[in-house]
């Protein structure tokens, strides 16, 4: 099993629509980011919650961290044709290097 | 706004041979990163480096790779000698020291072993 999973793996809406995406982990975290990844692109990063945070805000964005379930979830509201990507989570733990460690990834397909 | 820059975007290579790709980190950007991505699956942590040496490395940062940073603004990654199996998206990031822990991605180098 491995750290940072996301679900669902796939998600179709209309626009307008509101988008939710989970991720789960299993070990302790310092800190939960969220990238997006449009086709054959690079990563870009969306927002990151500390693990002594429980809500965070930005734009559309809606992201929570459940530190008890080791479970985040991503919330996009109103979604938009060009919000169409992958989005991973990404564990951020406090070690040499602060490595992040992605999970497999939504793709979120928004239908005009 | 600044961007990490990865060169070449595409690099074709035969098995065996070896390859370095190429990558310009943001400037005042201390921590270096590869990660790489197989085709369709999860983005996989290569190997993070700071003050000149590897900070950290996966289990499949074998011996056939190298990173360096030969001067004050590259860092590459080197394959000795490229496999199969090492085809995939190679992803460059790089952060800043301290309370910024959000990595900065480079559009990636898709390489294709033949």
């Known amino acids: 099993s491995q750290q940072g999973e996301e679900d669902p793996q796939a998600l179709s809406i209309q626009e307008g629509e509101n988008a939710t995406m989970n991720c789960s982990y299993k070990?302790?975290?310092?800190?939960l980011q969220w990238y997006r990844q449009n086709s054959g692109r690079g990563l870009v990063h969306l927002i990151l919650?500390?693990?002594?945070?429980r809500e965070k805000h930005s734009g559309r964005l809606r992201v929570t961290l459940d530190t008890s379930k080791k479970s985040s979830s991503l919330l996009i509201t109103a979604s938009r044709a060009a919000d169409t990507a992958s989005y991973f989570c990404?564990?951020?733990?406090?070690?040499?290097?602060?490595?992040?460690?992605f999970g497999g990834g939504t793709r979120v397909l928004v239908k005009p | 706004e600044p961007e990490v820059t990865q060169t070449p975007s595409h690099q074709v290579t035969q098995m065996g041979q070896e390859v370095i790709l190429r990558c310009v980190p943001i400037?005042?950007?201390?921590?270096f990163y590869w990660y790489r991505q197989i085709l369709g699956q999860k983005v996989e942590f290569l190997v993070s480096?700071?003050?000149?040496?590897?900070?950290?490395k996966s289990e499949i940062f074998d011996d056939q790779f190298s990173v360096e940073r030969p001067d004050g603004s590259n860092f590459t990654l080197k394959i000795r000698s490229t496999k199969l199996e090492d085809s995939a998206m190679y992803f460059c990031?790089?952060?800043?020291?301290?309370?910024?822990?959000?990595?900065?991605f480079g559009s990636g180098t898709q390489l294709s072993v033949l």
């Open positions: 990031a790089s952060r800043v020291v301290g309370a910024g822990e959000k990595l900065f």
């Open positions: 070990t302790s975290i310092n800190n």
């Open positions: 919650i500390r693990s002594n945070e």
């Open positions: 990404a564990t951020g733990i406090k070690a040499a290097g602060n490595k992040l460690t």
């Open positions: 400037s005042n950007h201390l921590y």
């Open positions: 480096f700071y003050n000149n040496e590897i900070s950290e």
